[in-house]
């Protein structure tokens, strides 16, 4: 079944503690992104990648690193935590070249305290 | 990227009864698509409608697109519980794959 998925689904941490949210596609997909939906804000875009080793900023990049070494994944890690990272993430995948339809993980709920 | 603008905020109908929601954006596109977001969980893709095209169907959707005055309107037609979702659409100019969202139309429909 061609899916995304993403792990862990629901994490509360501390603040300052490292964490990192996995992110995972088996449809062999050049682009991913990560975003981050919150109440009254919408979904906005944190980082995407085009393709293994090419990321890029995308509108609400700060405290927050990706990195691309394989194909399928696109792990989200927060270095140091803060409250105002409590949000539900979301990542996404799309074929380059396809329909531009974004194939969306089932999220990750994270609360910083 | 660009964000398109839904309205309504917030739209309760029958079930039975028809949906309409409105999207507006400010700059020109080359294709805008609809998501929708059952509460919590994942967008799901529901259509594309390119920048030459007027009008676009699937299923119970009907998309509309028009150009000149810079929005789209999505229809959803015989409107049934399960429709009940936030309604997002994704309008795209520059790169294809750099889609910005705005937030969205929540649907609710009464049983």
């Known amino acids: 079944e061609a899916q995304v998925t993403q792990n862990p689904r629901y994490l509360i941490t501390v603040t300052g503690k490292k964490l990192t949210v996995t992110c995972s596609q088996n449809?062999?997909?050049?682009?991913m992104s990560w975003y981050r939906q919150d109440p009254g804000l919408g979904l906005r875009q944190i980082y995407y990648?085009?393709?293994?080793?090419?990321?890029d900023k995308g509108d609400v990049p700060e405290g927050y690193k990706v990195s691309r070494k394989e194909k399928r994944n696109f792990p989200l890690i927060l270095e140091s935590p803060s409250p105002n990272q409590t949000s539900l993430y979301f990542c996404?995948?799309?074929?380059?070249?396809?329909?531009?339809?974004?194939?969306f993980g089932p999220g990750t709920r994270l609360t910083v305290t | 990227s660009q964000q398109g603008e839904e309205d309504p905020q917030a739209l309760s109908i029958q079930e039975g009864e028809n949906a309409t929601m409105n999207c507006s954006y400010k700059?020109?596109?080359?294709?805008l698509q609809w998501y929708r977001q059952n509460s919590g969980r994942g967008l799901v893709h529901l259509i594309l409608?390119?920048?030459?095209?007027r009008e676009k169907h699937s299923g119970r959707l009907r998309v509309t697109l028009d150009t000149s005055k810079k929005s789209s309107s999505l229809l959803i037609t015989a409107s049934r519980a399960a429709d009940t979702a936030s309604y997002f659409c994704?309008?795209?100019?520059?790169?294809?794959?750099?889609?910005?969202f705005g937030k969205g139309t929540l649907l609710t429909v009464n049983p």
């Open positions: 994704a309008p795209s100019g520059g790169s294809n794959y750099k889609l910005t």
């Open positions: 700059t020109s596109i080359n294709n």
């Open positions: 996404a995948s799309t074929r380059k070249g396809g329909s531009y339809e974004q194939y």
């Open positions: 449809m062999n997909h050049e682009y």
């Open positions: 990648s085009m393709n293994v080793e090419v990321t």
């Open positions: 409608i390119r920048s030459n095209e």
